[in-house]
């Protein structure tokens, strides 16, 4: 079982799509980190009143989710990219039929079809890959 879906052309074309999703996510990635840690240097030094403490809280978590959600991305769109050096990209992980290609042209990442997809995690996308 395991079949190849695609041609060494098509694969190499795919691969080039991840590369490119992945050094995008890659940078996305550095400079969030780099705002993080410019606003922990940027905060005032008598900031112990209590009262921003919370928004500024609320902010980084949020930074903190965003980069979150990046990484995860990051982790999907590389373990693509070995499916593809495997020879089995465009096929469902979890079936073995072939993923969508509308679905594959939206998320090249995706690991799944939408059948298993749904699924495996119904309405949680984010924690599917794995
Ligand atoms: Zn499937």
């Known amino acids: 079982m395991n079949p190849v879906r ?18 995008g996510l890659r940078k996305a990635i550095d400079l969030d980190r780099q705002q993080l840690d410019g606003r922990a240097d940027s905060l005032p030094p008598a900031f112990d009143d209590g009262r921003d403490d919370a928004a500024i809280d609320a902010l980084r978590d949020i930074d903190v989710a965003e980069l979150e959600r990046r990484s995860t991305q ?5 373990a693509a990219l070995q499916r593809v050096e495997d020879g089995t990209f465009g096929v469902c ?13 939206a998320a090249p990442q995706s690991a799944r ?8 995690e119904p309405g949680r996308a984010e924690f599917s890959s794995l």
């Open 74 to 78: 990051l982790a999907e769109v590389e």
């Open 113 to 120: 079809c939408i059948g298993c997809q749904s699924a495996a």
């Open 6 to 23: 695609f041609s060494e052309e098509a694969l190499a074309g795919w691969k080039s799509i991840l590369l490119a999703e992945a050094a």
């Open 93 to 105: 992980l979890s079936c073995g039929e072939a993923i969508d290609s509308q679905r594959l042209h």
